[in-house]
């Protein structure tokens, strides 16, 4: 089993920018293709970054896309999302995922291990 803890999250202005971290344990953390997802109170999950396990394929919602920035290191077993230029909307529990599938997905029910999320809330 992987485990998966996030951190990194907090309150922030409009504007600014976090980096959210995902630490990875239990198995290869170089076998899984890792994801970003978040939900905002009273909404539905929303997909967020995916990185492929080789770290060679990225793939961004169009909310976040230009700002966002997913990255890995293997070696640390590591996820990252960096997040600049942060709204009010995009205040939301984040999520770190893992993935056995081989290519990319912003499929929730594609990934097999979920983290227990970090709040991130951008207000003035």
């Known amino acids: 089993q992987v485990q998966l803890v996030e951190s990194g999250g907090g309150l922030v202005q409009p504007g600014g920018s976090l980096r959210l971290s995902c630490a990875a344990s239990g198995r290869t953390f170089s076998r899984y293709g890792m994801g970003w997802f978040r939900q905002a109170p009273g909404k539905d999950r929303e997909f967020v970054a995916a990185?492929?396990?080789?770290?060679?394929?990225?793939y961004y919602a169009d909310s976040v896309k230009g700002r966002f920035t997913i990255s890995r290191d293997n070696a640390k077993s590591t996820v990252y999302l960096e997040m600049n230029s942060l709204k009010p909307e995009d205040t939301a529990v984040y999520y770190c995922a893992a993935t056995k599938s081989v290519g990319i997905t912003s499929w929730p029910g594609h990934y097999d291990y979920w983290g227990q999320g970090t709040q991130a809330t951008v207000s003035s």
């Open positions: 990185v492929t396990w080789s770290g060679d394929s990225t």
